[in-house]
């Protein structure tokens, strides 16, 4: 069973791992199977769920909607993270010319606004600002999220792939604490490791949650030098503690570091799933996590 925490100080309980929905469109599911399929891995003590606007063409959030509207006492046993800021130029929005990112008070009042209507629920846990925007107005934002709160839509905010200084940048203008950081972190790309992101969250005692940790396959399949040192390092070390497959591995390291991702599961198949909740009993060493260091970077510690 998968384990409650707390991501923050004064911050919402989410389950030690996360199911993403960022790929729902895909995985051809009927409303009831969706429903199922959620059912299922509440019942693991999966309960927190990764949503974003955009996702799959702004249609992901309606389809998890409609399976919620199935039975809505589902709502009250999970835990509903989404995002906001990304603008998409696609055939939704024609008038669009190019991708860009808004953090107007304006555009995350309405973002807001769709999801809770697409999700087709009352309010939202945690917010995240999506991407990090240069044009941002950290006075406007705060804003933004205190009629937010006031209102009740929104119980917590967070931000996704903010570097440190504008994380600071945003807090400095709230009241209550920014409740995590989403950014990606896996065996081919853990710069937050060494950027001060991860420093951070640590020394606030805020988890952040970990996208990617798979790095979309590229593990797996990957022919570039990195990938195969990776690859067999992750094999080896597999046989090592008894896993049944890599993936499993790649949680653990994920989990290994001390500010303590949360892992972000991203299939839509139960399989899966359960072999991720079964990484949360393999422990790696010292020398198995920098045995993974070594092989990404292509050389030994300095």
Not at 69 to 81: F, G, H, M, N, P
Not at 190 to 206: N, S
Not at 290 to 295: E, L, Q
């Amino acid at each position: 069973m998968v384990a409650k925490v707390q991501i923050a100080q004064k911050g919402p309980e989410f389950s030690e791992l996360v199911q993403g929905y960022w790929r729902l469109t895909e995985w051809g599911m009927s409303p009831q199977e969706r429903l199922s399929f959620l059912k299922q891995h509440i019942e693991l003590g999966i309960t927190t769920v990764d949503h974003a606007d955009i996702y799959g063409n702004y249609e992901c959030e309606h389809l998890f909607g409609e399976a919620l509207a199935l039975d809505k006492s589902v709502r009250d046993e999970i835990q509903i993270v989404t995002k906001c800021d990304i603008k998409l130029a696609t055939d939704k929005f024609p008038e669009r010319k190019v991708n860009h990112y808004d953090t107007s008070k304006a555009h995350i009042l309405e973002s807001v606004n769709n999801s809770l209507q697409r999700l087709n629920v009352e309010n939202i846990d945690v917010l995240l600002i999506h991407r990090l925007d240069v044009l941002m107005d950290a006075d406007e934002v705060a804003e933004a999220f205190a009629e937010l709160k006031q209102s009740g839509k929104v119980n917590h905010f967070g931000v996704s792939n903010f570097t440190p200084r504008h994380f600071e940048l945003l807090q400095s203008r709230l009241d209550a604490p920014l409740v995590t950081n989403q950014v990606e972190i896996n065996p081919l790309n853990f710069e937050v490791a060494h950027d001060g992101t991860l420093d951070q969250l640590q020394m606030l005692r805020t988890r952040p949650m970990a996208w990617s940790c798979l790095a979309g396959g590229g593990i797996f399949s990957g022919e570039s030098e990195q990938g195969v040192r990776v690859r067999q390092e992750l094999e080896a070390i597999r046989e090592e503690v008894g896993a049944a497959s890599i993936d499993q591995v790649i949680y653990a390291w994920v989990r290994r570091m001390p500010s303590k991702p949360l892992p972000i599961i991203g299939s839509g198949k139960i399989e899966r799933v359960k072999s991720a909740v079964e990484a949360l009993n393999i422990e790696l060493t010292r020398e198995q996590w920098f045995r993974v260091w070594i092989a990404s970077k292509g050389h030994g510690v300095p």
